[in-house]
């Protein structure tokens, strides 16, 4: 049996493919799309930085490790003004809003000028210097990058918190010792389009060592920049 089905939203012909009675009838009546049964979806585009639109993901770290209890107070207490999820060592996760929540914030910059809440979703990896993320962190983050995108529809630039608050008076320095090149391969491992991906470089933070810590000679902008010297 050969059949041919041409699905409006996508474009998608496909020949020589059998499918039993019931899929048939419902593919037929137009109550089944093609791209429903093959898994296809549309073709994501990087996010539009625009006011309440969410573009960036940003990338945190606590600074210390946080006990499960303190973590869960902030659901309890139902805290804005932190992160929607933390990641644990061994890869679980705590999340205190869905990403669907955009009254969110957690960098100086959204503190002092609200405008900017609502733009940017916002992860805890939970570790501290001199530790580094584990494996399981990275491969949670990664989900949750994914995770992000499927709100907006769309692949949300990738900045750290660092880059967020570069300029402003006691701006943080998070994540610490972040790998950005391994996160990009894990991404890539999982099927994101990395290479399409606005992204912060490695290399401005790991290019030379002044460059970890933040100087209050630095500027702030918004979109933040993602690659060169952080002190020019
Ligand atoms: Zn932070």
Redesign the pocket.
């Known amino acids: 049996m050969i059949q041919s089905f041409t699905d409006d939203t996508l474009h998608v012909k496909i020949t020589g493919v059998e499918f039993d009675d019931e899929t048939l009838k419902k593919l037929k009546g137009g109550k089944l799309k093609l791209s429903k049964i093959l898994n296809l979806k549309k073709k994501k585009q990087v996010c539009q930085i625009a006011p309440n639109k969410r573009s960036h993901f940003v990338i945190?770290?606590t600074a210390g490790n946080m006990p499960d209890s303190e973590i869960k107070d902030l659901i309890n207490h139902k805290i804005r003004s932190k992160a929607h999820v933390y990641v644990k060592k061994d890869g679980s996760i705590i999340r205190i809003w869905p990403f669907t929540e955009k009254y969110v914030w957690?960098?100086k910059l959204e503190t002092y000028t609200k405008s900017f809440r609502g733009q940017m979703f916002h992860v805890?990896v939970n570790y501290r210097e001199p530790d580094v993320p584990t494996e399981e962190q990275y491969l949670t983050l990664a989900d949750l990058y994914i995770e992000a995108s499927n709100i907006e529809d769309c692949w949300p630039i990738i900045v750290p918190?660092i880059e967020i608050d570069r300029g402003i008076p006691n701006g943080?320095n998070?994540?610490t010792d972040f790998d950005y090149n391994y996160f990009y391969t894990v991404l890539k491992e999982k099927g994101v389009p990395i290479d399409i991906v606005p992204k912060f470089d490695h290399n401005r933070y790991w290019g030379d060592k002044k460059y970890k810590i933040p100087y209050d000679t630095d500027k702030n902008s918004w979109p933040p920049v993602l690659s060169g010297n952080p002190h020019q």
């Open positions: 945190h770290c957690a960098t805890e918190h943080h998070d994540p």
